[in-house]
């Protein structure tokens, strides 16, 4: 029946009570028959039906909901994921709007009929059904070429009438292939030895792969070939519905069979029985976990296997009770030599253990099936590790096994690679701020340099002039720390032996630490040489000796023991650390070990970072450990951090591993020079010359200018590399270009090339903050010098003279 429109029934409503005013006028008037009475009565009704007009009027009715027309584009937008395919079907299964994905995956093909093979079509038409008559439904499908999706199809709309699918891809592994494998290795002898014969059989009852001991129980031969045969027909019932092998003719003990799915873990959905394999575990009767009359506890055997294996694997009880757990599952959870708790929930933070014990209920009461739920331990709750859960089914109490895989050392090289990365960024940081100083720093030292050639000792100026350029040094001391760190530093490397570089800074290192700390130096046998810097190796000892000699005076008196040892490392040594940082080969290694206060487990991690320090203010610049990080790391080593924090003021230790590269001559090859003996020192030049000064930054190059002019030489100025080629293409004569190296528009190596095209045999001096060694490799430029930034006045001509000197002695063809 249907309701009547408000309208009529507001006209039937006013109909009425003109009605009853007629009547009650008609009444009124018959029986008082009174002219002022009638017409008061008439007055007074008027009033009162305008006043309830005027109430019914202004009546507010609520409008229907108007809902636009469907504008499929905008759908299409706003459902479009490169990772996920979303399709909207309608009532009659047509294709109403899809995401660019869906296109690619599928063409224009409307669920179910997709190009997947035949079974996966049935799911498919299946989820479709489920999904009108349940409001939703999903499936694992796949293609004929293994491509596997899982599909989702839910009910929406306002009349419920569209199905909304969403289908993303899965990338399986074939686990079904590996276990056939393995029941042929290791896993089917160890199972053979607990008394378990394993085989893996198809859902139609044949037999894909077995191990020896099965081959061996069912037919007597351990190298018989199972592949094909029929698994139920190896087996019989006995009296008393006891299961026994053929081949025994009922002389045998009664046996248990235990049934495994074999279903994919990256798969959430209950696995097919149709079409998912099956691993059959046969043993005999009294064997496997709870079959001691409802005990509970575990039966040797089974309990033997799977401790031996590396995989972390429990059970549980149908309540969610732990029955049983192997050490690769309590090392998982960081519970390494602990008892299992009574429930595994224990393991889990407070928000994740009802989520835990719901799946664990719900994998024990339905159906076999697989599934994984993620979940944050106790131990690493910062990290979120994978458990897998299996339903299982004829192992007495036991009903869910769960799977732990431990984790430790992914999320160790995890953060290993991010605080890599930082450290990287950090010295690329360092590295440019360090750069663009030196150009200040340089401009600063060459202004000083000329006012102290205009000014004599006891000069009122002379005084504060010395002190802005000690300042400056100062700070370029700074800036070289921070090219150390970020590896631009220019390293004077040679081959030599770690104790000599030991010997030489250990009597400077007894005065610096002082007497109350002891000094303890050992060495290996057969060390290998290395090649490095020395006095680059001399810093590191020194910045590693005083950070160890603060750590100690802080604790009480201020005695300690510093030991200084180096080590053989062989490569043998190197894999047996299982590092995924160090390559296998040869070290020679530099231990510093001091018994300090330790370094807390929260700095450990920031210990290298530049300006990073634990001291108190005014006593650390923070650069120390930053730079012995920098000159190892481009030196070609590594270097390690090991502390205990002491208690109560004692017990405190930190070490510190250098691993160096043992350095190898190749065969037939002559031994590297030393740096002293690698050219001999050139002659004192004083020929003059004309030099082309190329240098974007203003005040670098007018100090430069007037210093080289000073010297005799005539100067040629250029503010970039565009203009200092032009001068050497309009013909200009030059013996050397000093340059800089990164400048605007044609930086100081292209300038270089270009001007080498016209002046082959024309010397080029660099100027630069960066390495040498590393500008060398970049560049490429033979006939090429390099003198690093900051430098005085004295320097830039000592080096112009040196290079000058050099080219001069050169033969001419």
């Given at each position: 029946?249907?309701e009547?429109?408000?309208?009529?029934?507001?006209s039937?409503?006013?109909?009425?009570?003109?009605l009853?005013l007629?009547?009650?006028?008609?009444?009124v008037?018959?029986?008082?028959?009174?002219?002022?009475?009638?017409a008061a009565?008439?007055?007074?009704?008027?009033?009162?039906?305008?006043?309830?007009?005027?109430?019914?009027?202004?009546?507010?009715?609520?409008?229907?909901p108007?809902?636009?027309?469907p504008?499929?584009?905008?759908?299409?937008?706003?459902?479009?994921?490169?990772?996920?395919?979303i399709?909207?079907?309608?009532?009659?299964?047509?294709?109403?709007?899809?995401?660019?994905?869906?296109?690619?995956?599928?063409?224009?093909?409307?669920?179910?009929?997709?190009?997947?093979?035949?079974a996966?079509?049935?799911?498919?038409?299946?989820?479709?059904?489920?999904?009108w008559?349940d409001g939703?439904?999903?499936?694992?499908?796949?293609?004929?070429?293994?491509?596997?999706?899982?599909?989702?199809?839910?009910?929406?709309?306002?009349?419920?009438?569209?199905l909304?699918?969403?289908?993303?891809?899965?990338?399986?592994?074939?686990l079904?292939?590996?276990?056939?494998?393995?029941?042929?290795g290791?896993?089917?002898?160890g199972?053979?030895?607990?008394?378990?014969?394993?085989?893996?059989?198809?859902?139609?009852?044949?037999?894909?792969?077995?191990?020896?001991?099965?081959?061996?129980?069912?037919?007597?031969?351990?190298?018989?070939?199972m592949?094909?045969?029929?698994?139920?027909?190896?087996?019989?019932?006995?009296e008393?519905?006891?299961?026994?092998?053929?081949r025994?003719?009922?002389?045998?003990?009664?046996?248990?069979?235990?049934?495994?799915?074999?279903?994919?873990?990256?798969?959430?959905?209950?696995?097919?029985p149709?079409?998912?394999?099956?691993l059959?575990?046969?043993?005999?009767?009294g064997?496997g976990?709870?079959?001691?009359?409802g005990?509970?506890?575990?039966?040797?055997?089974?309990?033997?296997?799977?401790?031996?294996?590396?995989?972390?694997?429990?059970?549980?009880?149908?309540?969610?009770?732990?029955?049983f757990?192997?050490?690769?599952?309590?090392?998982?959870?960081?519970?390494?030599?602990?008892?299992?708790?009574?429930?595994?929930?224990?393991l889990?933070?407070k928000?994740?253990?009802?989520?835990?014990?719901?799946?664990?209920?719900?994998?024990?009461?339905?159906?076999a099936?697989?599934g994984?739920?993620?979940?944050?331990?106790?131990?690493?709750?910062?990290?979120?590790?994978?458990?897998?859960?299996?339903?299982?089914?004829?192992?007495?109490?036991?009903?869910?096994?769960?799977?732990?895989?431990?984790?430790?050392?992914?999320?160790?090289?995890?953060?290993?690679?991010?605080?890599?990365?930082?450290?990287?960024?950090?010295?690329?940081?360092?590295?440019?701020?360090?750069?663009?100083?030196?150009?200040?720093?340089?401009?600063?030292?060459?202004?000083?340099?000329?006012?102290?050639?205009?000014?004599t000792?006891?000069?009122?100026?002379?005084?504060d002039?010395?002190?802005?350029?000690?300042?400056?040094?100062?700070?370029?001391?700074?800036?070289?720390?921070?090219?150390?760190?970020?590896?631009?530093?220019?390293?004077?490397?040679e081959?030599?032996?770690?104790?000599d570089?030991?010997?030489?800074?250990?009597?400077?290192?007894?005065?610096l630490?002082?007497?109350?700390?002891?000094?303890?130096?050992?060495h290996?046998?057969?060390?290998?040489?290395?090649?490095?810097?020395p006095?680059?190796?001399?810093?590191?000892?020194v910045?590693?000796?005083?950070?160890?000699?603060?750590?100690?005076?802080?604790?009480?008196?201020?005695s300690?023991?510093?030991?200084?040892?180096?080590?053989?490392?062989?490569?043998t040594?190197?894999?047996?650390?299982?590092?995924e940082i160090?390559?296998?080969?040869?070290?020679?290694?530099?231990?510093?070990?001091?018994t300090?206060?330790?370094?807390?487990?929260?700095?450990?991690?920031?210990?290298?970072?530049?300006?990073?320090?634990?001291?108190?203010?005014g006593?650390?610049?923070?650069?120390?450990?930053?730079?012995?990080?920098?000159?190892?790391?481009?030196?070609?080593?590594?270097?390690f951090?090991?502390?205990?924090?002491?208690?109560?003021?004692?017990?405190?230790?930190?070490?510190?591993?250098?691993?160096?590269?043992?350095?190898h001559v190749?065969?037939?090859?002559?031994?590297?020079?030393?740096?002293?003996?690698?050219?001999?020192?050139?002659?004192?030049?004083?020929?003059?010359?004309?030099?082309?000064?190329?240098?974007?930054?203003?005040?670098?190059r007018?100090?430069?200018?007037?210093?080289?002019?000073?010297?005799?030489?005539?100067?040629?100025?250029?503010?970039?590399?565009?203009?200092?080629?032009?001068?050497?293409r309009?013909?200009?004569?030059?013996?050397?270009?000093?340059?800089?190296?990164?400048?605007?528009?044609?930086?100081g190596?292209?300038?270089?090339?270009?001007?080498?095209?016209?002046?082959?045999?024309?010397?080029?001096?660099?100027?630069?903050?960066?390495?040498?060694?590393?500008?060398?490799?970049?560049?490429?430029i033979a006939?090429?010098?390099?003198?690093?930034?900051?430098?005085?006045v004295?320097?830039?001509?000592?080096?112009?003279?040196?290079?000058?000197?050099?080219?001069?002695?050169?033969?001419?063809?």
């Amino acid at each position: 029946m249907t309701e009547e429109p408000e309208a009529l029934r507001q006209s039937r409503a006013t109909l009425l009570v003109a009605l009853a005013l007629v009547v009650s006028s008609i009444l009124v008037w018959l029986v008082s028959g009174d002219v002022v009475l009638f017409a008061a009565f008439l007055a007074a009704m008027a009033v009162l039906a305008t006043i309830g007009w005027m109430i019914s009027g202004r009546r507010v009715t609520v409008p229907e909901p108007e809902f636009a027309l469907p504008d499929w584009s905008v759908t299409v937008a706003a459902i479009d994921r490169p990772d996920m395919a979303i399709a909207v079907t309608d009532r009659a299964g047509r294709l109403t709007c899809a995401n660019s994905c869906y296109e690619d995956w599928f063409g224009g093909a409307a669920p179910p009929r997709l190009p997947i093979d035949a079974a996966s079509l049935d799911r498919l038409a299946d989820t479709m059904r489920s999904a009108w008559r349940d409001g939703s439904g999903g499936a694992e499908v796949s293609s004929e070429q293994g491509q596997g999706w899982r599909v989702e199809a839910r009910r929406s709309g306002r009349g419920d009438d569209f199905l909304i699918w969403r289908m993303t891809q899965v990338h399986s592994v074939d686990l079904v292939a590996e276990l056939v494998g393995h029941l042929d290795g290791k896993l089917g002898r160890g199972l053979a030895k607990g008394g378990i014969a394993a085989a893996l059989v198809d859902p139609d009852g044949t037999i894909r792969a077995a191990s020896a001991g099965f081959a061996l129980r069912a037919t007597g031969d351990a190298m018989a070939d199972m592949t094909g045969q029929d698994f139920v027909s190896l087996l019989a019932q006995e009296e008393g519905g006891r299961i026994g092998w053929v081949r025994d003719a009922g002389r045998g003990g009664p046996l248990v069979l235990y049934h495994v799915p074999v279903a994919d873990p990256d798969f959430s959905l209950e696995p097919d029985p149709n079409t998912t394999p099956s691993l059959m575990l046969v043993m005999n009767a009294g064997q496997g976990i709870g079959a001691s009359a409802g005990s509970g506890a575990a039966v040797p055997h089974l309990e033997a296997l799977l401790s031996q294996l590396p995989l972390g694997l429990a059970m549980t009880d149908r309540d969610g009770r732990l029955l049983f757990a192997n050490p690769a599952f309590m090392r998982a959870a960081g519970r390494e030599a602990q008892l299992p708790p009574t429930y595994p929930t224990d393991l889990v933070v407070k928000e994740d253990k009802r989520a835990l014990s719901e799946a664990i209920r719900r994998f024990a009461q339905g159906p076999a099936a697989a599934g994984d739920i993620a979940i944050r331990l106790t131990t690493q709750p910062d990290d979120p590790v994978s458990l897998s859960l299996a339903g299982v089914r004829g192992l007495g109490e036991a009903a869910v096994l769960l799977g732990l895989t431990d984790t430790s050392e992914e999320t160790r090289l995890r953060r290993q690679v991010a605080q890599a990365t930082k450290m990287q960024a950090v010295g690329q940081l360092a590295g440019g701020v360090a750069h663009d100083f030196n150009n200040v720093l340089t401009a600063i030292l060459g202004t000083c340099d000329l006012m102290l050639m205009r000014h004599t000792p006891g000069d009122s100026d002379y005084d504060d002039i010395q002190q802005i350029r000690a300042n400056s040094n100062r700070a370029a001391s700074l800036t070289r720390q921070l090219l150390a760190f970020s590896r631009q530093q220019t390293l004077r490397p040679e081959v030599l032996q770690l104790p000599d570089v030991v010997a030489d800074v250990s009597q400077m290192l007894r005065r610096l630490i002082g007497e109350k700390i002891q000094l303890v130096v050992t060495h290996d046998r057969d060390l290998g040489p290395v090649r490095a810097d020395p006095t680059q190796l001399e810093q590191v000892i020194v910045n590693l000796a005083v950070n160890a000699r603060d750590a100690m005076q802080s604790r009480g008196d201020g005695s300690g023991r510093l030991t200084l040892a180096t080590r053989k490392v062989t490569t043998t040594d190197v894999r047996a650390m299982r590092s995924e940082i160090i390559p296998a080969g040869e070290y020679t290694a530099l231990i510093v070990e001091d018994t300090g206060s330790g370094i807390p487990p929260e700095h450990l991690g920031k210990i290298f970072e530049p300006f990073f320090t634990t001291k108190e203010q005014g006593k650390g610049t923070g650069l120390g450990l930053s730079t012995v990080y920098g000159i190892v790391k481009q030196s070609g080593g590594f270097i390690f951090v090991e502390s205990e924090v002491s208690q109560n003021g004692k017990g405190g230790c930190t070490r510190f591993i250098v691993y160096l590269p043992v350095y190898h001559v190749a065969p037939g090859a002559a031994p590297e020079p030393s740096a002293a003996q690698a050219e001999p020192a050139p002659s004192q030049w004083a020929g003059g010359g004309s030099i082309l000064l190329v240098e974007d930054e203003d005040p670098v190059r007018i100090v430069a200018e007037r210093s080289l002019k000073r010297q005799g030489y005539v100067v040629t100025c250029a503010c970039d590399g565009e203009e200092g080629l032009e001068l050497v293409r309009e013909g200009g004569q030059f013996d050397l270009v000093v340059s800089d190296v990164v400048m605007p528009t044609m930086d100081g190596p292209a300038m270089a090339r270009e001007i080498r095209k016209i002046a082959p045999e024309l010397p080029v001096l660099f100027m630069s903050g960066y390495a040498e060694e590393q500008l060398r490799k970049e560049i490429g430029i033979a006939n090429a010098w390099f003198m690093p930034k900051p430098f005085s006045v004295q320097q830039l001509s000592e080096k112009v003279g040196e290079v000058l000197a050099r080219t001069a002695k050169q033969p001419s063809d």
